[in-house]
């Protein structure tokens, strides 16, 4: 009996789903994508926690960028995002967790304090350049002396697909000045050159409008 | 260092008796049964600005786990790196699905709950936007949260003596020090959220998770 394929429900623009994408992306998973905004009330009655992404496999419902690319990457072990190897893998857990903890959720509040007009615009943008450079300065700090073509290897791991959302969203929403990380600048480039990636740019997407940024 | 060789074999856990993080690899060394040498980091000394701690961790966060020549600062990967290598008790059931909810909750307490009450976004937020502004957000963020993983746990219908069972499993290892912080420190009211309430009479049952508790540990000040 064939397994009907998962479904993705997904913002254009959210790095947290761009991450999803990627990594369904590698692991050559065919899904269905349906995209939700932020105002979206029938969303609830897919994932009543009402968190994007979400991944629905069946009559299971996963949210949680971390939480979906873990469980696929169990369920679709082909390209493999963590390596066997224990010191590995933690770097590879701690500049996912960077990212999705300490840059992205300040990202998050941020813009929606905009929208929302609790911050000004120049606020709201400091926030966001302050965290990223925080984190992105950590991690180039953490991958110092790194000379395989992506972070951990010469392989895409966990780490590079949390890492290329958020620089993507630092170099076209944010401005962040990516000369300051020349590692991070340097996988972004390769990063970008890969099909798995490409395709999942938030540009790309269904829902992108016609003039994304 | 020569620090390092005198305490060789043993894991070093820098840790700052308060912060939620700290509490979590605490309860997971515990629940282990892994001995580890404990130094303290006080954030309020701004010791993790100390270079010798920014060496270790750039993000100058605490937890910082020291095994070897191996640094982990991170909670979250410093979990799962002693699941990997200190397999017994798992904190991780084979089951996918039951799997995945317990990444799922652990997730929204470290992305979702605790980034909004980490002490220098609440020092930001109170000097960019508003002096106060900090304190209305972590209410939000917390009660947000909280209800999340409420909810989430009711839906799945998995809890048992625990969120996702019987045994003590990752979610309980990031939920428990949540609901501490949310109970001493947020003042948020657990009558809404009744299963997290009684979840947090069970960790307070257990000796693991008691053994971690803030005012347990050897920074924190005493009581008088």
């Not at chain 1, 469980?71 to 493999?80: A, I, N, R, S, V």
């Not at chain 1, 998050?108 to 990223?132: H, W």
């Not at chain 1, 991690?139 to 697909?161: F, M, P, R, W």
Request: proline share 6%; hydrophobic share 40%.
């Amino acid at each position: 009996m064939a397994a009907s394929k998962p479904i993705l429900y997904s913002a254009w623009i959210s790095s947290c789903s761009f991450r999803v994408r990627i990594a369904l992306n590698l692991k050559g998973v065919d899904y269905g994508y349906r995209a939700v905004t932020r105002t979206d009330l029938d969303y609830e009655k897919i994932n009543p926690i009402k968190y994007v992404p979400a991944l629905v496999d069946g009559d299971f419902v996963v949210s949680d960028s971390l939480a979906i690319i873990l469980y696929l990457e169990d369920k679709y072990p082909q390209h493999p995002l963590l390596p066997q190897d224990l010191k590995k893998k933690a770097i590879n857990l701690q500049i996912a967790n960077i990212v999705c903890s300490s840059i992205q959720p300040l990202q998050c509040y941020a813009v929606i304090g905009l929208v929302d007009g609790k911050l000004g615009s120049d606020e709201s943008l400091q926030i966001v350049r302050n965290y990223t450079d925080k984190g992105f300065k950590a991690i180039e700090k953490l991958l110092e002396g790194c000379d395989s073509k992506y972070a951990t290897g010469d392989e895409v791991q966990l780490a590079d697909v949390f890492l290329a959302p958020q620089i993507h969203a630092g170099v076209t929403r944010f401005q962040i000045d990516m000369s300051n990380y020349p590692l991070l600048e340097r996988f972004y480039k390769a990063y970008m050159e890969i099909p798995a990636f490409q395709v999942a740019a938030p540009e790309k997407q269904p829902d992108a409008p016609a003039s994304p940024y | 260092m020569a620090e390092a060789e005198a305490t060789a074999g043993r894991l070093r856990l820098y840790s700052y008796w308060r912060s939620t993080c700290s509490h979590r690899a605490r309860i997971a060394l515990n629940l282990k049964g892994v001995d580890y040498e404990y130094k303290a980091v006080n954030l309020v000394k701004g010791e993790q600005s100390d270079p010798e701690f920014v060496k270790l961790n750039p993000m100058k966060f605490v937890p910082a786990l020291v095994d070897g020549d191996s640094v982990i600062g991170d909670s979250y990967a410093i979990a799962l790196y002693l699941e990997d290598k200190y397999p017994e008790p798992p904190l991780l059931p084979h089951d996918l699905q039951k799997k995945a909810l317990n990444h799922q909750i652990a997730g929204i307490v470290a992305s979702g709950i605790q980034p909004f009450h980490n002490r220098t976004v609440l020092r930001l937020i109170d000097q960019k936007v508003g002096a106060g502004e900090s304190v209305l957000w972590t209410q939000q963020q917390t009660e947000r949260g909280l209800t999340a993983i409420e909810n989430l746990i009711q839906l799945k219908g998995r809890a048992g003596k625990y969120a996702t069972g019987d045994e003590v499993q990752l979610a309980d290892v990031f939920l428990a020090p949540q609901i501490c912080g949310a109970i001493g420190v947020n003042q948020i009211d657990m009558s809404n959220y009744p299963t997290l309430a009684r979840l947090h009479s069970e960790y307070m049952a257990h000796p693991a998770f008691v053994a971690a508790l803030p005012g347990r540990q050897p920074d924190a000040p005493s009581s008088s």
